[in-house]
């Protein structure tokens, strides 16, 4: 069943409203699920694959300019420094686009979904700075906790024993924390394009939506984003930085920005707006996963 664009989800907060009131962007998504992981992954890419040319052009969008910046100054200057501030006010504007891209009906042309995500561009870039924010507060968390361990062990133990332990505590605070954390973080862009929420509320709902599910899934989930969405962009940049570094041929990085891009905006806003739909109606006790099923054939 697909409501019009004011009507809201019973019995939850919010509402999904039409992106372009012209009507050239049509949703079709309620909150999808309850969905397993699995499923979360294979609609994902289905919807990545459906709509490669949008993706494709807000990919190029984002890794041309920040990757001239880059290669055209690549010592640690002020220029240098300035494209990462550009990379963050771009991430705002197409990773909003991306997700009007997945919830529409049919493959949407760029134009209508960057119009779109324009008119929500300032509560998206807060949502984005917000979320780095909350990254490292978390990341934070598990490093004192693992200087802490550290600290103890050093009154009674060998060095050895006090890295260790740094390693052993840091890593599992980590793991217990940083999953979840970053499936709240990946999960409130959705929540403000989708239910025109403010920056903050949506933190608010996407921490009550990861809460309310389980410790164990939610922590999967938030592996599987990391691992398919982050790791790549992580391992592919290491190695560049490492052959750049030998080879001195700065032009890589555009590789490697084009790549990490691709990976981030063509397949990571995808899975994340499937994973926040997904969540939003195992809290609301909603089931339209027919409709992710329609949009995704």
Do not use: C
Request: charged share 15%.
């Amino acid at each position: 069943m697909q409501l019009p664009p004011s009507a809201p989800f019973p019995p939850g907060e919010g509402r999904l409203v039409t992106p372009v009131a012209n009507g050239r962007i049509s949703t079709s998504y309620e909150p999808a699920g309850p969905l397993t992981i699995a499923d979360i992954a294979d609609r994902g890419i289905t919807l990545a694959v459906r709509n490669w040319r949008t993706l494709s052009v807000l990919i190029l969008l984002e890794a041309v300019p920040v990757s001239i910046m880059r290669v055209a100054v690549p010592t640690r200057g002020p220029v240098y420094w300035t494209s990462f501030a550009v990379d963050i006010m771009l991430v705002a504007l197409l990773y909003s686009a991306g997700i009007l891209t997945a919830v529409s009906r049919t493959p949407p042309p760029p134009g209508p979904v960057l119009k779109a995500a324009a008119r929500r561009y300032g509560a998206a870039l807060g949502t984005t700075l917000i979320s780095v924010a909350w990254m490292m507060l978390w990341t934070f968390v598990a490093a004192l906790a693992g200087a802490f361990a550290m600290l103890l062990v050093a009154v009674f133990q060998s060095p050895t024993a006090v890295v260790v332990a740094g390693a052993v505590l840091g890593g599992g605070t980590a793991l217990v924390l940083l999953p979840r954390a970053g499936l709240v973080a990946a999960t409130m862009l959705p929540i403000v394009i989708l239910e025109r929420s403010s920056p903050w509320d949506a933190l608010t709902r996407a921490q009550r939506r990861v809460n309310h599910d389980t410790f164990l899934r939610s922590s999967l989930l938030g592996l599987a984003l990391f691992a398919v969405t982050v790791a790549p962009v992580l391992v592919v940049g290491a190695a560049v930085d490492a052959i750049v570094d030998a080879t001195h041929l700065e032009a890589l990085r555009a590789l490697a920005e084009l790549l990490s891009d691709a990976v981030s905006i063509g397949l990571g806003t995808v899975l994340s707006t499937v994973a926040a739909l997904d969540l939003r109606a195992r809290y609301e006790g909603t089931d339209v996963a027919a409709e992710l099923d329609a949009a995704a054939t």
